[in-house]
């Protein structure tokens, strides 16, 4: 059976424009205080792990390791944060029917399997999907679950590291170290901009039940549900 593509204008000018504009004061606020924690959760993670980096680059492999030891835990703590404000979003959305911009993630824009694999199915359901609210939510269940995986490569990577010593260090191991933090870092600018879209998106009055949406969910421990399943997409 072949497939037919539903030829419409891209919405990546639109996403552009609400990157750009500005927000009423109250939306800006709470865009910047999320950007904020995002923000410092990713540094807690990218600080430690540059210095183990510079200490191998020099030499030094046991302080190199002895940085690395604090990264597994750092990673869960930032992936938890990540995922936490997309289900934010999602549940809003489900509950108003906010309808943002959304754009098609850019395989361009990773460079691990899975961040690829990810972006290019991203960009083909955005051929099929109509409705931007069908758009939005896939891309926040496309980011999501890339979040989840990628974290773990990331993870058992420092742990394959941590297992190795300072004697033995793969470099294969420092590798998807690096791709893992720059795929991560990819998910994070994503959901900046899907974050500024949505908050541009929902009505002024809407703006405190998101906050009180995103922090219960922030509140919560980790789980590994997915957001959305792949059936419901049909559904708008």
């Known amino acids: 059976m072949k497939l037919h593509f539903v030829a419409r204008k891209s919405q990546g000018n639109s996403v552009h424009a609400d990157w750009i504009g500005s927000l009423p004061e109250a939306k800006m606020r709470t865009f910047k205080r ?22 191998r680059k020099v030499g030094l492999r046991e302080d190199s390791l002895k940085h690395i030891l604090i990264i597994p835990g750092l990673v869960a703590h930032f992936t938890k944060h990540l995922e936490g404000m997309l289900r934010a979003m999602q549940q809003h959305t489900k509950k108003h029917g906010v309808k943002p911009s959304v754009a098609p993630l850019n395989p361009a824009n990773f460079l691990g399997r899975e961040g690829i694999k990810g972006a290019r199915r991203s960009q083909l359901l955005s051929m099929v999907l109509i409705s931007r609210r069908a758009q939005f939510w896939e891309k926040i269940r496309r ?31 420092w590798e998807a170290v690096d791709t893992g933090h720059y795929d991560l870092n990819t998910c994070l600018r994503e959901t ?5 879209c949505f908050i541009r998106a929902i009505p002024d009055p809407e703006l405190v039940d998101f906050q009180r949406t995103a922090a219960t969910i922030l509140s919560q421990p980790k ?12 559904a708008f």
């Open 34 to 55: 999320y950007v904020r924690e995002l923000e410092s959760s990713y540094l807690m993670l990218s600080i430690p792990l540059d210095e183990a980096i510079g200490f």
């Open 192 to 196: 900046i901009v899907l974050l500024k």
């Open 143 to 173: 980011l999501s679950g890339m979040v989840t995986h990628i974290g773990n490569d990331f993870r058992y990577a420092v742990e394959d590291l941590i297992s190795a010593g300072a004697a033995a260090e793969p470099a294969s191991h």
């Open 223 to 234: 789980t590994h549900t997915n957001l959305i399943s792949q059936p419901q997409l049909n």
